[in-house]
């Protein structure tokens, strides 16, 4: 009688013990399991919010560019009209 209760009280302490650690490290990776997910859903809506941003910045910067080659153009077409005029001899 003396062994099993020398064996079994350690035993069952120890089981205690173990079935309290593992319910506390369960519990804690639900809750960093929950925090990743979060985090992967706020990391998703930032990446689409700088997409939708760069895609804008592009455009904008699509359409000066395109306005600018367009003035351009008219531009050496008034300077070459210019300079065809200088160079037309004079009566």
Do not use: C
Not at 42 to 68: E, Y
Request: glycine share 4%.
């Amino acid at each position: 009688m003396q062994v099993t209760t020398q064996l079994g009280f350690p035993a069952v302490v120890a089981g205690v013990l173990l079935w309290f650690v593992l319910t506390r490290v369960d519990g804690t990776l639900h809750v960093i399991q929950e925090q990743e997910e979060a985090r992967t859903r706020m990391v998703a809506a930032m990446q689409d919010s700088l997409v939708s941003a760069l895609d804008r910045q592009n455009k904008s910067f699509s359409d000066a560019i395109d306005k600018n080659i367009q003035y351009n153009k008219e531009a050496a077409t008034r300077l070459e009209q210019v300079f065809r005029a200088a160079a037309a001899p004079r009566p």
